[in-house]
């Protein structure tokens, strides 16, 4: 079931380093992802997750908010 979280919340689906599929919605508020199980690659070089896979609900603290949102 598709998922999807305000720009605020910090997860790795809202994470600027997050590899998985996601959709912005059209003012740059919101993400959308297939499943909050959904699984994308941590992109951080050098954070403790780099290169594994996450699933988008997954949190750390190294989150920054995604690009694409406004
Ligand atoms: S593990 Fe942390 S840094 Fe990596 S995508 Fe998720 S929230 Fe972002």
Known sequence: MAQ???KS???CAV???WGGNRQVDTFGQRVTVDS???KGKCLLQGGPWKGQ???ASSQ???WQAWGALK
């Open 9 to 11: 919340f910090k997860n």
């Open 53 to 55: 896979d996450k699933q």
């Open 60 to 62: 750390c603290n190294k």
């Open 36 to 38: 909050s199980s959904s």
């Open 4 to 6: 999807t979280y305000p």
């Open 15 to 17: 994470c600027n380093f």
